[in-house]
Antibody, heavy 122, light 110 residues
Framework: QVTLKESGPVLVKPTETLTLTCSVS??????????VSWIRQSPGKALEWLAY???????SYSTSLESRLTISKDTSKSQVVLTMTNMDPVDTATYYC??????????????WGQGTTVTVSS | QSVLTQPPSVSGAPGQRVTISCTGS?????????VHWYQQLPRTAPKLLIY???NRPSGVPDRFSGSKSGTSASLAITGLQADDEADYYC??????????FGGGTKLTVL
């Protein structure tokens, strides 16, 4: 059974750096056809894709947030970490990680974590 | 503003058929990239509903179907049920090597 679980702080202050961890099970981060993607959803708003990473170090970032995001992975720990710098109250959202596949679905996300809610406030 | 355009809301009575459109451009849907659809029930994580334009993951009822033509795609739901009330998102890939989402459509079952 494939599962993903997000973890990280519930509250961060403006200008701080957010670090979120996605712990996966049921598949290997060394599988070339499967990776991890991060998506967020601000309260009452649409899904917003943030970044993805695959085992061959293929990475991509949202154009609007690229300068603030870094995605990394620890294959031995089955974890993917997303860092977002210079947090602002508008970054308050539920952050999801999901398995992204290169085939069936082509760069689609077939299994999602439950999400973790992050509030940015002083 | 989302890269893919969806209507903010649609509605239908139980038993009816509704469709949700998703319009992209020549750099994403029109470039031949697959369209996927997600269902997000209230206060839950999104769930893959349709992948590869018109394929259903195991467990998804055949009341849900997808199609794609040119720079657009559609999700159709037949035999509308009360528990279909949710937000629906389309998603594709872009020639800039990025994932793109639609703005989401809220389905109300009257």
């Amino acid at each position: 059974q494939v599962t993903l679980k997000e973890s990280g702080p519930v509250l961060v202050k403006p200008t701080e750096t957010l670090t979120l961890t996605c712990s996966v099970s049921g598949f290997s981060l060394s599988n070339a056809r499967m990776g991890v993607s991060w998506i967020r959803q601000s309260p009452g708003k649409a899904l917003e894709w943030l970044a993805y990473t695959f085992s061959n170090d293929e990475e991509s970032y949202s154009t609007s947030l690229e300068s603030r995001l870094t995605i990394s992975k620890d294959t031995s720990k089955s974890q993917v970490v997303l860092t977002m710098t210079n947090m602002d109250p508008v970054d308050t959202a539920t952050y999801y990680c999901a398995r992204i596949k290169k085939y069936s679905p082509y760069y689609g996300m077939d299994v999602w974590g439950q999400g973790t809610t992050v509030t940015v406030s002083s | 503003q989302s890269v893919l355009t969806q209507p903010p809301s649609v509605s239908g009575a139980p038993g009816q058929r509704v469709t949700i459109s998703c319009t992209g451009s020549s750099s994403n849907i029109g470039a031949g990239y697959d369209v996927h659809w997600y269902q997000q029930l209230p206060r839950t994580a999104p769930k893959l509903l349709i992948y590869g334009n018109n394929n259903r993951p195991s467990g998804v009822p055949d009341r849900f179907s997808g199609s794609k033509s040119g720079t657009s795609a559609s999700l159709a739901i037949t035999g509308l049920q009360a528990d279909d009330e949710a937000d629906y998102y389309c998603q594709s890939y872009d020639s800039s090597l990025r994932v793109v989402f639609g703005g989401g459509t809220k389905l109300t079952v009257l």
